[in-house]
Antibody, heavy 119, light 107 residues
Framework: QVQLVESGGGVVQPGRSLRLSCAAS????????VHWVRQAPGKGLEWVGF????????YYTDSVKGRFTISRDNSKNTLSLQMNSLKAEDTAMYFC????????????WGQGTMVTVSS | DIQMTQSPSSLSASVGDRVTITCRAS??????LNWYQQKPGKAPKLLIF???SLQSGVPSRFSGSGSGTDFTLTISNLQAEDVATYYC?????????FGGGTKVEIK
């Protein structure tokens, strides 16, 4: 079954860290670039960042640059999002999404994992 | 950053109607424009890529057009299962950005 499954969300205090994971199955993960996209409660979609198929290229939105890091382990078909120095405004549902062949669209999404930053 | 503006923010139409959603970019993005459908509590789903190409498995009643700064998503023959929020997204430059969404309801 072609799918992405996120995990690792939860409630965390401001300033703390959290690591999200995304497990891929049913397709050749090592050939696929991947994005993270988030959605604050009741709000629209916000692109977080991208990692190339081989992990050599990463791009981030400015609001998370220097705090978030995307990495991947192609031997385990997993993607990670390390989130440090978390802020209340990082509260959102986090989706991993496979890059379309154009690289800049998202053609397969996980179900999302919720991150709540609150004291 | 490229700003994406969608209109209307919500609409109500009858089953069988033709529905049009517009998306405007703050600068030219060629045809690097994608459309998504998000149903409540679910992840988004890719409908249209590069402005007018239908994603595999998406019903042909969905279509997209436009280039430069102005784009449209059309749902011909609206169905009850099309109730959702629709988002445009530009892929021309990072940060990739989305429109604010258009909520489609059945009258």
């Amino acid at each position: 079954q072609v799918q992405l499954v996120e995990s690792g969300g939860g409630v965390v205090q401001p300033g703390r860290s959290l690591r999200l994971s995304c497990a891929a199955s049913g397709f050749t993960f090592s050939r696929s670039a991947v994005h993270w996209v988030r959605q604050a409660p009741g709000k629209g979609l916000e692109w977080v960042g991208f990692i190339s198929y081989d992990g050599t290229k990463e791009y981030y939105t400015d609001s998370v640059k220097g705090r978030f890091t995307i990495s991947r382990d192609n031997s385990k078909n997993t993607l990670s999002l390390q989130m440090n120095s978390l802020k209340a405004e990082d509260t959102a549902m986090y989706f991993c999404a496979r890059a379309h062949v154009t690289l800049v669209a998202f053609d397969l999404w996980g179900q999302g994992t919720m991150v709540t930053v609150s004291s | 950053d490229i700003q994406m503006t969608q209109s209307p923010s919500s609409l109500s139409a009858s089953v069988g109607d033709r529905v049009t959603i517009t998306c405007r970019a703050s600068q030219t993005i060629s045809t690097y424009l994608n459309w998504y459908q998000q149903k409540p509590g679910k992840a988004p789903k890719l409908l249209i890529f590069v402005a007018s190409s239908l994603q595999s498995g998406v019903p042909s009643r969905f279509s997209g057009s436009g280039s430069g700064t102005d784009f449209t998503l059309t749902i011909s023959n609206l169905q009850a299962e099309d109730v959702a929020t629709y988002y445009c997204q530009q892929g021309y430059s990072t940060p990739l950005t989305f429109g604010g969404g258009t909520k489609v309801e059945i009258k």
